[in-house]
């Protein structure tokens, strides 16, 4: 399940969370913070940035005890999620004429 997890510190992070096997635990798989920022017409956007950047295998136990909420993100947020962390390579498409 991916969600927005916010932190008793105010930081927002986006990431799939797994559940440890056995343990009332979860993984962040993939974690992103979220960056806010509203323009001058009142528009909100936002910027993903990775948390774990020399992670072998992009995993981050969470500390439940550092988190005030969590939710499910809209589908504007989530699509951006998903297209920063698509390992899938496409290929560029040609025209032929």
């Known amino acids: 399940m991916i969600n927005i997890i916010k932190f008793i510190n105010g930081e927002e992070v986006i990431s799939h969370l797994q559940p440890v096997q056995g343990q009332d635990e979860f993984f ?3 974690p992103c ?3 806010t920022s509203i323009d001058v ?22 500390n439940q005890g550092a988190v005030m909420y969590t939710y499910g993100p809209s589908d504007e ?8 962390n698509n390992k899938v ?6 025209i032929i004429v």
């Open 28 to 30: 962040m798989v993939d």
């Open 33 to 35: 913070v979220i960056e």
């Open 41 to 62: 017409q009142g528009n909100v956007k936002a910027k993903l940035y990775p948390i774990a950047f020399f992670s072998k295998d992009n995993m981050v136990l969470l």
């Open 77 to 84: 947020i989530l699509q951006a999620y998903e297209a920063r």
């Open 89 to 94: 390579v496409v290929p560029e498409k040609k």
